[in-house]
C-alpha cells in the first residue's frame, strides 16, 4: 500500500508560479512511476507529468518547457514545479503512483488532489 498526500496547491495569477508536493508513504518510493494528473471541471482527467523510478520525464505539451517534475527518494516527495501559470491550468491536481507486478497486473495509488486556479 502507498498512501499520497499532496501539497502546494492555491489561487495564483497568471504568468505566477507554484510547486505541488506529494508525500509518499508506505511501500518503496523508488520503485514507483510517479505522475501529476489534472482534472478541469467537465473535463477528463489528463496526465501532466510524470517520472520513472530511473527518473525519465515524460509532459503533457500543453506543459513542456514551463511545467518540471522531480523526485526526491530519500524524502519519498514527488514535485511539481510550475511556472508562467495560465488561466487553463486550472484544475485539481492529482499525484499518482504505479508500478508492474507483472505482466498482468500492477499498483496504482492516487492521492486526494488539490486545487490550482489560475486568474487571469
Known amino acids: 500500500q502507498v498512501q499520497l498526500v499532496e501539497s502546494g496547491g492555491g489561487l495564483v495569477q497568471f504568468g505566477g508560479s507554484l510547486r505541488l508536493s506529494c508525500a509518499a508513504s508506505?511501500?518503496?518510493?523508488?520503485?514507483?512511476?510517479m505522475g501529476w494528473y489534472r482534472q478541469a471541471p467537465g473535463k477528463q482527467r489528463e496526465l501532466v507529468a510524470s517520472i520513472s523510478s530511473g527518473g525519465s520525464t515524460n509532459y503533457a505539451d500543453s506543459v513542456k518547457g514551463r511545467f518540471t517534475v522531480s523526485r526526491d527518494n530519500a524524502k519519498n516527495t514527488l514535485y511539481l514545479q510550475m511556472n508562467s501559470l495560465k488561466p487553463e491550468d486550472t484544475a485539481v491536481y492529482y499525484c499518482?503512483?504505479?508500478?508492474?507486478?507483472?505482466?498482468?497486473?500492477?499498483?496504482?495509488?492516487w492521492g486526494q488532489g488539490t486545487q490550482v486556479t489560475v486568474s487571469s
Open positions: 508506505g511501500n518503496i518510493f523508488s520503485l514507483y512511476t
Open positions: 499518482n503512483a504505479v508500478r508492474n507486478l507483472s505482466s498482468i497486473a500492477i499498483e496504482n495509488y
